[in-house]
């Protein structure tokens, strides 16, 4: 059973930072490569982050690039987000997601088979 439960979100002033937890009550963790998804209002979910399992092998979206670390403690089943700067249009729900296959579109939402309930970012400029 995988439950991915985050942590983290608040209103924070324009750059800010702030850590988003993510951490999955199952067994599995080790095995699942975890992505940051975020939708904002009337937008689609969009790719944050990636990190692969085994080699924490990172990928950003371009968005976030430079401001935004992902990270992973498999022995706390834990994956982490660190946003550092944030703006305004970093405002968001922000979802954790576990890729159980490894394979296909790593920044399509679609290719991840677990999620969160999210987390809400506010920055307030």
């Known amino acids: 059973q995988v439950q991915l439960v985050e942590s983290g979100g608040g209103l924070v002033q324009a750059g800010a930072s702030l850590r988003l937890s993510c951490a999955d009550t199952?067994?599995?963790?080790?095995?699942?490569?975890m992505g940051w998804f975020r939708q904002a209002p009337g937008k689609e979910r969009e790719f944050v982050a990636r990190?692969?399992?085994?080699?924490?092998?990172?990928i950003y979206g371009d968005s976030v690039k430079g401001r935004f670390t992902i990270s992973r403690d498999d022995g706390k089943s834990t994956v982490y987000l660190q946003m550092n700067s944030l703006k305004p249009e970093d405002t968001a729900v922000y979802y954790c997601?576990?890729?159980?296959?490894?394979?296909?579109?790593?920044?399509?939402?679609?290719?991840?088979?677990?999620w969160g309930q999210g987390t809400q970012v506010t920055v307030a400029s």
């Open positions: 997601a576990a890729d159980r296959t490894g394979s296909g579109d790593i920044y399509s939402a679609r290719n991840y088979e677990y």
């Open positions: 199952g067994r599995t963790f080790s095995t699942f490569a």
């Open positions: 990190i692969s399992r085994r080699f924490g092998i990172t």
